[in-house]
Each structure stands twice: as structure tokens, then as C-alpha cells.
Nanobody
Framework: QYRLVESGGGLVQPGGSLRLSCAAS????????IGWFRQAPGKEREGVSC????????NYADSVKGRFTIYRDNAKKMAYLQMNSLNPENTGVYYC?????????????????WGLGTQVTDSW
């Protein structure tokens, strides 16, 4: 059974940092691009970042460039999203998802396996 499990969410303060983790099980992560998505209350799910299967194809939403870093460890079947300089617009539920396509030009409908999400909440 293909499964992704996110962790690392929590309460953050202005300018704070969090590292989100995405653990894969039931499939070989090496072949999949991993995307991170955020969904705020009442809003559509939006892409935050994507990393290709070998780690050398990466993109970020403009709003997080320079503050967030995506990376992966295929041997551990893990992917991560390091989030720095957090602000209120970064709160919401964060999901990781897997897709059998490259990150360049990827669309949300390419992601067929999703985790249940981890909540990032502000303390403002």
C-alpha cells in the first residue's frame, strides 16, 4: 500500500522556522517527484515546492523562494521541507505528495499519492 506520512508541523512565531518531514512506505520513492502543498482554511490547495526523483530538479513558489528549502533522502525514503522566516501567509495544512513526472511543468493532478497533512499554525 502506497503511503505518505507528514510530520513536523506545529505552532510558529514570526520569523520562526520549522522542518516538515514526509515519510514514504509501500513503494520505491526513488522514481517519484515529491511535492509539498499548503491549504489554508477556505482556500484551494496550492503548490509550495517540488523536488525531482534524483533531487536535481527543484522548484519553489515565488512566495517562498529564498526562505524554504526542499530536499530528500531516497535511501531513508524521506523528503523534507525546511521553512525559515515564517509569516502568517505560511500557515495552513501542509501535504506531501508523489508524482511519476518531472517537477518542470508538473500540475497538481499528476500527484496520485497524498499524505494526510500536518498543521502549521501561527502564534500571532
Amino acid at each position: 500500500q502506497y503511503r505518505l506520512v507528514e510530520s513536523g508541523g506545529g505552532l510558529v512565531q514570526p520569523g520562526g522556522s520549522l522542518r516538515l518531514s514526509c515519510a514514504a512506505s509501500g513503494f520505491t520513492l526513488d522514481y517519484y517527484a515529491i511535492g509539498w502543498f499548503r491549504q489554508a482554511p477556505g482556500k484551494e490547495r496550492e503548490g509550495v515546492s517540488c523536488i525531482g526523483s534524483s533531487g536535481d530538479d527543484i522548484n519553489y513558489a515565488d512566495s517562498v523562494k529564498g526562505r524554504f528549502t526542499i530536499y530528500r533522502d531516497n535511501a531513508k525514503k524521506m523528503a523534507y521541507l525546511q521553512m525559515n522566516s515564517l509569516n502568517p501567509e505560511n500557515t495552513g495544512v501542509y501535504y506531501c505528495a508523489a508524482a511519476l513526472v518531472a517537477c518542470s511543468g508538473v500540475q497538481i493532478y499528476h500527484f496520485g499519492t497524498w499524505g494526510l497533512g500536518t498543521q502549521v499554525t501561527d502564534s500571532w
